[in-house]
């Protein structure tokens, strides 16, 4: 007789974390949410268990991830920026983390790694393809995976960008592409692009928490990539022109951000490893971010608390 479910989505309070965990709540599968609260100061979601904790906090998890069969791991300093101003946490929470975690847990592990390793390529990129990270973010996330795959029961997911809204407790997030272009357009009904020609795998967060949640049945371990779409800036923006009717500037000023990458997820697929809705496409996420952004439920979109690098900017870590 299998056991029963019991899982702990370590950094559950996050953006990714509040679409799990409804998906969770709504299957009935018990689960306990680890968060230090980073970006938040309460956890008021109702539904399953709470503890506050930082992953660096190893004897505290000890005494906890025993009882768990499977970890849904999200925690991490996510992005290049935020990485780049704490680099000794990023390099704590997102790999030395992950290296405590495959000694001491024999579990099943989900763990969320980024189709930023690959860096920039023409080519279109599946599993095996060259990794070429930019980033200490990048890096960090390709060293977890490494150490991952000496795990028994680990699979790892290569995300593309995300976008959309994750749920009604989650913060919404501004500097994510789709996202970032569409509050752009709503506060100022202009876009500026830089070049424009940069490609992304993209991917809305419901269907990231669905396929984390999905793998909790099967059976897959190793690497994946995992996105549903792949568009180069200047489409994402004629998308959001479509819908906002804002104006758009092209300009050939050097963008900061070199990645340049589009991904197969042929290997996901053929595994069913998966689990998307495909109504939630770039069209979806644009509206729904600005139908929020439009409603004036958020005070101000410029506020620090939307934005990874901005927050973390001013908070320590």
């Known amino acids: 007789m299998k056991p029963k479910k019991n899982i702990l989505v370590v950094g559950g309070a996050g953006f990714v974390g509040g679409a799990v965990t409804d998906i969770l709540k709504k299957k009935k599968i018990p689960y306990t949410v680890y968060d230090n609260l980073l970006y938040e100061d309460r956890y008021l979601k109702q539904g399953g268990d709470f503890v506050f904790g930082d992953v660096r906090d190893t004897k505290k998890l000890k005494s906890i991830i025993g009882k768990f069969t ?10 290049d920026g935020a990485c780049y101003l704490h680099p000794l946490a990023a390099v704590e929470i997102n790999e030395k983390a992950i290296g405590w975690l495959t000694k001491n ?7 969320t790694s980024s189709c930023s390793v690959y860096g920039s390529n023409e080519q ?16 960090t996330k390709l060293n977890a995976e490494d150490i991952l795959l000496k795990h028994p029961n680990a699979i790892m ?8 809204i994750s749920d009604d407790y989650a913060r919404l997030r501004t500097d994510l592409l789709v996202n970032t272009l ?46 549903t ?5 200047k489409t994402v923006a004629k998308m959001v022109q479509k819908f906002t009717h804002c104006k758009i500037e092209y ?55 939307y934005s990874n690098i901005k927050h973390v900017a001013k908070n320590k870590i």
Do not use: C, M
């Open 229 to 233: 779409h792949n568009y180069d800036v």
């Open 105 to 111: 847990y024999r579990g099943r592990i989900i763990f």
């Open 124 to 139: 279109l990129l599946d599993e095996s393809s060259p990794v070429k990270p930019l980033s200490l973010y990048a890096t």
């Open 70 to 79: 499977d970890i849904i791991w999200l925690a991490a300093i996510v992005g």
């Open 182 to 227: 569409t509050a752009s357009a709503i506060n100022r009904g202009v876009l500026t692009v830089f070049g424009g020609n940069q490609r992304r795998p993209l991917i809305h967060v419901k269907n990231i928490a669905q396929t984390l949640v999905h793998n909790i049945s099967t059976k897959k371990t190793g690497i994946y990539n995992v996105a």
């Open 157 to 164: 997911f290569r995300l593309g960008t995300a976008f959309g």
């Open 251 to 305: 300009t050939d000023q050097r963008f900061e951000d070199n990645r340049h990458y589009h991904v197969s997820t042929k290997k996901a697929l053929k595994d069913r490893v998966i689990s998307a809705d495909t109504k939630k496409d770039v069209a979806f996420g644009i509206q729904e971010v600005a139908t929020l952004l439009k409603s004036t439920r958020i005070k101000d979109i410029d506020s620090d608390t």
